[in-house]
């Protein structure tokens, strides 16, 4: 299921990006450059004894090429912020799986100030299916909480933290896929806009509660590969078809 909504939203991007490049870019101004770029290459097979010449032409080749640049940036400049947005939320749904199923793991609550000698009572109530391995370990120096879990059956479910007077909690999935799997839930403002979702954590003395979800691979056609590298092959892919079949005008 992973691998074909990989498929599909690979392919959409790839046609997206090349309908805002149509739309946003002088399409003749970048023919006439390429063509410009081409005839000044075979200048150097033409004149390379004269040095002159060459020297003349590779002015016009870094010149064409600066231009070629300009005609560039304003779809560039269009697509980075809202690509690297969507390349975020594609890491959480393609690069991890599910915690496995009798695998032990580990889960770790950052906490912003010093910890304190009874933090060590501190306490992590996890759904039905997953076993409470150990009592909480702490990190003076790096002020962290860490607890060792054992999933017994596939869990879609919660986490409830206690600490200081605080429930705090945290989504968890093991043998089975949501679509999501967030290794961290935030309370920061900036890393909640990058990771939305699971709720923002509320004010208080926890920065972030992670769970440490394996990476794997996608495998499509029996093929495993990063999604990273699936979703580059196949936006390529997506703009051949949109491009060869004349989807987008």
Known sequence: MAGFRLVVVSALCGMLTLWIFRRTTDLTAVRQTIKRVHAH??????????????????KAVVRENLRFMLLMARPILIMTVPMLWLLIQFDSAFAFEPLPVGEPSVVTMQVNGELKADDAATALQAPPGILVETPPVRSLVDRQISWRIRPIRPVDGRLQFGFRGTVIDKGIAAGTRPIFLVRKRERAAFEYLLHPQERRLPAGEIDWIEVDYPRSDVVIAGIALPWMVWFVLLSLLGMILARRFRFLR
């Open 41 to 58: 290459l075979i200048e150097f097979r033409l004149f390379y004894d004269d040095p002159r010449l060459i020297w003349r032409a590779q």
